[in-house]
């Protein structure tokens, strides 16, 4: 110990030092007693759950408990997995719930469904067709900074609407600074250098957290390497300029990651919470009104986020590489084109270089993977064809295949699991459907068990789970509705108010805490207010679980977040200040959706709640 530690003199600074490295432990103890009064509280209240059952309010016991979980994963006494489990062991012994309740909240469909979109895209991790996908969207837009960044955002966009946004980000990162070091000047003009060492190997060691398996990047090439000839000033604002494409570059991975996952119902975890937690709501009536579906979540979200996407685009590049008015297309018509200096001419010159070179680089990352083969090919067409039967399961505008079998009712988690197993039934190589294998030529799948064993998230599986347990323990011990009841002096605000209110929030809480956990918690008392104030059902829930993702000014509110940050080694007021313009942006953004193209598109203003809602409420003190 003392060789780790220099132990400081003095008793108090000696006890001071000792608390700062227990502090895990210490509050970990503190926490359940300070919050102890909370269980003795006086409750007489009775819960009356779906189907007229009723049973003792619990619902200051299930505030204890979840205030424990949540303040433990806000501050991460444990690994936020491990946290996820404590609601095996609270609900039980306050009373709030059985063991047999709780346990199933840990893989329920929803679960399932998640844990099968995972697999899917580790799928596509499996055999690089992401890669290949990013480096073809990135050859076909262009080399140019501003149109690098725009292919960089839309690949990223769009990858992560199918798979993990932090695998989208840790794959994106090695290719964006190989990038970067083109941009930066080291040319395919230059001559390699003789020495056997011409630049530092860097390598970022990158955790997403707790949840989360590390992913190393390593760039064989210094990424700060810019030509040092030229005078001092030329000098200073290169490296200036430079500074800012590499934070455009940066942040335009992460923002476009986080938006990205907003566009499906699979694409993060908050969708799949309010998922989870609508189906306690009949939000359709029997075909009455339009319910929430895969089709229809992209219908409604896809546009949205798009448009953040471009505002997250046109904000970095007039932030950090500027706009040039004169060269927009427009105004180039109408102007006429200004002399440009000698120095102008070459730095000019000296660009294009640059981008040939970007191009090239582009072009042999991709010509390295060679031809497409049925492995990809292979994965590719299973991936659509589970999105297809997602889209088509119950499209509403259509009879779906769903409808076919009358006696079941097949959920999403089903088409996600026989991509599943197709992935691991079918062959990596064709030779053994159509050819002949090569002699002792093992059989192997699309997908590898271990390949899915170690690089599968399962921490983020319980992470959710818990959120589930949570989120059912608010519900069944009347937490939920005793807090919708507190809020409805809030019928007194204008809708659209109450709105925007519940999205900066729900935005300003997730920067601090697990966008999973923020969903699980607010989403049931979202849905009970919105039966008390007679609010269509989605019309603050879908808001508030899209809100959960608009996490743009922290390290630790995201994975994608925390990885560009160490790559890039970025500074806290740079996050800061970039992200906090793109948090209101966004949220202003959906906000001014939601009350035009959501209320065409479903209607919220007529919606009227059926004689047969069913929603958790409180009747108040008969025992």
């Known amino acids: 110990m003392q060789d780790d530690y220099k132990i400081p003199s003095g008793l108090f600074a000696r006890l001071r030092w000792r608390l700062g490295l227990n502090w895990r432990l210490l509050f970990g103890i503190a926490l359940p007693i300070v919050l102890l009064p909370l269980v003795f509280l006086k409750d007489d209240d009775i819960v009356e759950l779906e189907h007229g059952e009723t049973k003792k309010s619990t619902k200051f016991r299930a505030a204890y408990a979840i205030m424990i979980v949540a303040l433990y994963w806000m501050l991460e006494v444990m690994p936020l997995a491990v946290t996820s489990l404590l609601p095996l062991v609270l609900f039980p012994f306050l009373g709030v719930l059985d063991t047999s309740e709780v346990a199933p909240s840990y893989f329920k469909e929803t679960n399932v469904m998640f844990f099968g979109g995972l697999v899917l895209a580790l799928a596509v991790e499996y055999c690089n ?67 056997p060492d011409s630049g530092p190997n860097k390598r970022y060691s990158i955790s997403h957290g707790p949840t989360e398996n590390p992913v190393s990047v390593t760039v064989d090439s210094d990424d700060r390497n810019i030509n040092r000839t030229g005078s001092t000033e030329k000098l200073i604002r290169e490296q200036k300029r430079w500074e800012n494409v590499r934070k455009m570059y940066m942040f335009g991975v992460a923002y476009a990651c986080n938006i990205g996952g907003t566009a499906t119902i699979t694409g993060t975890g908050p969708n799949l919470v309010f998922q989870d937690v609508i189906k ?55 102007l006429k084109p200004s002399k440009k200096s000698a120095e102008e001419m070459d730095d000019e010159e000296e660009e294009k270089k640059k981008q040939k070179s970007v191009n090239r680089l582009l072009k042999d990352e991709y010509e390295k993977l060679g031809p497409m083969n049925f492995h990809e090919f292979g994965v590719l067409i299973i991936f659509i064809f589970v999105v297809i039967l997602w889209i088509f399961r119950d ?26 197993v197709l992935m691991f039934l079918v062959p990596r190589d064709m030779t053994f459907i159509t050819g002949i294998p090569r002699k002792g030529q093992a059989y192997e799948a699309l997908l590898d068990w271990k390949f899915v064993q170690h690089h599968l998230s399962w921490g983020v599986v319980l992470l959710l789970g818990g959120g589930f347990a949570i989120s059912d323990g608010a519900e069944k011990s009347g937490l939920s509705a005793w807090i919708g009841d507190q809020l409805t002096g809030l019928d007194e605000l204008p809708r659209p108010l109450i709105l925007l209110i519940v999205m900066v929030l729900t935005a300003g809480i997730t920067e601090v805490c697990s966008n999973v956990a923020t969903a699980n918690v607010l989403l049931p008392i979202l849905i009970t207010l919105s039966r008390t104030l007679n609010i269509h059902p989605l019309y603050l829930t879908v808001p508030a679980t899209i809100s959960c993702s608009f996490a743009f000014m922290l390290p630790v509110a995201t994975p994608p977040n925390a990885l560009v940050f160490a790559a890039g080694n970025l500074r806290i007021a740079d996050m800061l200040k970039t992200g906090l313009f793109l948090n209101i942006a966004c949220t202003l953004v959906f906000f001014l959706v939601q009350i035009s193209y959501g209320e065409l598109f479903f209607g919220y203003s007529s919606y009227e709640y059926g004689s047969n809602a069913t929603t958790t409420r409180l009747i108040r003190g008969i025992m």
Not at 299 to 313: D, G, K
Not at 408 to 420: F, H, M, Q, R, W
Request: glycine content about 6%; proline content about 4%.
């Open 129 to 195: 067709l992401h890669r290949r996908i990013a480096l073809k969207v990135m050859t076909i837009v262009g080399s140019s900074p501003v149109r690098l960044l725009f292919g960089v955002m839309m690949t990223a966009m769009f990858l992560s609407m199918w798979m993990s946004n932090t695998a989208c980000t840790a794959m994106m990162l090695p290719i964006l600074i190989a990038v970067l070091d083109q941009l930066a000047g080291n040319t395919s003009d230059d001559k390699p250098s003789d020495k």
């Open 280 to 334: 306690s709501v009949d939000v359709g009536q029997n075909g009455k009104y339009l319910d929430m579906t895969f089709a229809n979540w992209m219908a409604l979200n896809v546009p949205a986020t798009l448009i953040n996407v471009f505002v997250a685009f046109s904000y970095l590049v007039f932030m950090f590489y500027g706009i040039k008015w004169r060269e927009l297309p427009l105004l180039r018509l109408c």
């Open 395 to 420: 499209p509403k505008f259509m009879d779906g295949w769903n409808n076919v079998l009358k006696d079941a009712d097949i959920g999403d988690a089903t088409a996600a699991v026989l991509g599943i």
